[in-house]
């Protein structure tokens, strides 16, 4: 094996040497994936493989135009670096912009702190899987349908530059999502969980409360009440921050969204203020343990944490090499791609909202009418405006929380909503359970979190009052 990589090196770097002079930048990408996919419909099994991927790309950029090839067989890397100089160079009429780093020589992998799933036989996988199918459907007879999916994918990768990097990296991803649909007449409820883990297969068992609380939701939710359309003042929990945070403010923080858009551009302008000055936003792949955490991006460009607002001041933003450059500003290790298949754009890793020092409970003092919103259900963005459906809620009366409601969905403008938090609680989570989704390519492994907020003015749909 040590041999067959050493060969491997050898071969990528005389590549490298051989045609980087007909290009501004080259890079050639090698992975090797190894992977488990398990979709279980209640009794019915819809997916159970085992799948080994071998591949590459190569990228190359003249004149700032950009060409992609990939492969599948290493015999036939000549001929695609070939292509994709060839496409570079037919379509590149301006100037190659990329923001400089360092070249790295570096061999590293994200550790483990417990069991590589690797090593757990595929039957005990859906043993895992049949497990929690169970706990789902034995909640209650009203459960309907239910759904468990098991995934993990371990990924080596090796990138080789012309202008010196030469890195191999490699990491263990997990993850579970579980279903549960009720159903009592006419009227149908679901619940849902998912979680993630890139330290240990043990982070996936013993799921047993978090796995019943989603039928458990879709059963209370038939009897309760529909939430009374208005605008309310609304606390939400870490979960639902976390989201908001990722879904609604990190994407329009990706530089290449504002670098595309003139208008967007102007409204992310560095230096405006977004919220009160307690208000502080992160992204960074450089915290160690979360499910977006990693030692370099796919440019190599070493992991960073980048501060996206401080003290409710727009003071960053994500980049790539290409979007930091052409905005004059510094790369922040963000250029990432699912597989070899894509070339790498500017994705998010863990996104966060720094924990304020408001205790929890004081969050609701004072509210006459509102709503305390937990967990997600599901969700949608439309540049700056965001629709979010709860997993549970309640309302609030009088500073206490009160009655559960269900059909809870938050709707509203991110610039607005953000002036509009008055309180941010002094809890903190970690949500792990992330896959975000970006030019096609979806289920880019990602972390997010952050504390408890209080939200004036927020629209609350249900039914009509």
């Known amino acids: 094996m040590a041999t067959k990589l050493a060969n491997l090196q050898n071969l990528l770097s005389d590549l490298i040497k051989r045609y980087s002079s007909r290009v501004d930048y080259l890079m050639i990408r090698f992975e090797e994936a190894l992977g488990t996919d398990i979709l279980l419909r209640g009794d019915k099994v819809e997916t159970l493989s085992e799948a080994i991927s071998i591949g590459g790309h190569v990228r190359a950029c003249y004149k700032g135009g950009w060409g992609l090839s990939s492969f599948n067989r290493i015999d036939t890397i000549t001929e695609r670096i070939e292509e994709a100089i060839a496409a570079a160079r037919m379509i590149g009429d301006e100037e190659t912009i990329l923001a400089p780093i360092k070249p790295v020589r570096a061999s590293c992998n994200l550790p483990l702190t417990g069991t590589d799933p690797r090593k757990i036989p595929l039957v005990k996988k859906k043993e895992l899987c049949d497990f929690y199918t169970d706990l789902l459907k034995s909640v209650d007879g009203r459960i309907t349908t239910t759904s468990v999916r098991y995934a ?121 203020r977004f919220g009160s000055k307690e208000l502080q936003i992160f992204d960074g792949a450089a915290p160690a343990g979360h499910r977006g955490s990693y030692f370099y991006d796919d440019e190599g460009v070493p992991a960073t944490t980048t501060q996206l607002i401080k003290d409710g001041v727009l003071v960053g933003r994500l980049h790539s090499r290409e979007t930091a450059g052409k905005l004059d500003e510094a790369p922040t290790g963000n250029a990432r791609c699912l597989n070899y298949h894509y070339a790498p754009i500017v994705r998010m890793t863990n996104t966060w909202i720094e924990r304020g020092k408001t205790p929890v409970e004081d969050l609701f003092s004072d509210i006459k009418e509102g709503v305390y919103a937990r967990n997600w259900l599901g969700g949608m963005t439309n540049g700056e405006m965001f629709t979010f459906s709860a997993g549970e809620a309640w309302m609030i009366r009088n500073g206490k929380i009160a009655e559960p409601v269900k059909d809870v969905t938050l709707s509203g403008n991110v610039f607005q909503t953000l002036e509009d938090i008055e309180g941010i609680g002094n809890d903190f989570y970690w949500d792990e359970s992330g896959g975000c989704g970006k030019g096609g390519q979806n289920g880019l492994p990602v972390g997010c979190g952050g504390p408890s907020l209080r939200i004036k003015n927020v629209v609350v749909g249900g039914e009509a009052t």
Do not use: C
């Open 152 to 272: 993990d994918s371990a990924q080596k990768v090796m990138i080789a530059t012309s202008e010196g990097t030469f890195i191999e990296q490699s990491w263990v991803d997990m993850e579970m999502r579980f279903a549960a649909t009720a159903r009592n007449g006419e009227t149908v409820q679901t619940g849902r969980e998912t979680t993630g883990s890139r330290k240990a297969f043990e982070d996936l068992t013993n799921l047993d409360d978090q796995v019943k609380s989603a039928a458990t939701r879709a059963i209370n939710a038939l009897s309760l009440p529909s939430v009374l359309g208005n605008t309310y003042t609304v606390v939400i929990d870490p979960i639902l921050t976390g989201l908001f945070v990722h879904e609604a403010f990190g994407h329009l923080s990706e530089a290449d969204m504002a670098y595309e858009n003139p208008d967007l551009l102007e409204v992310m302008t560095i230096g405006r």
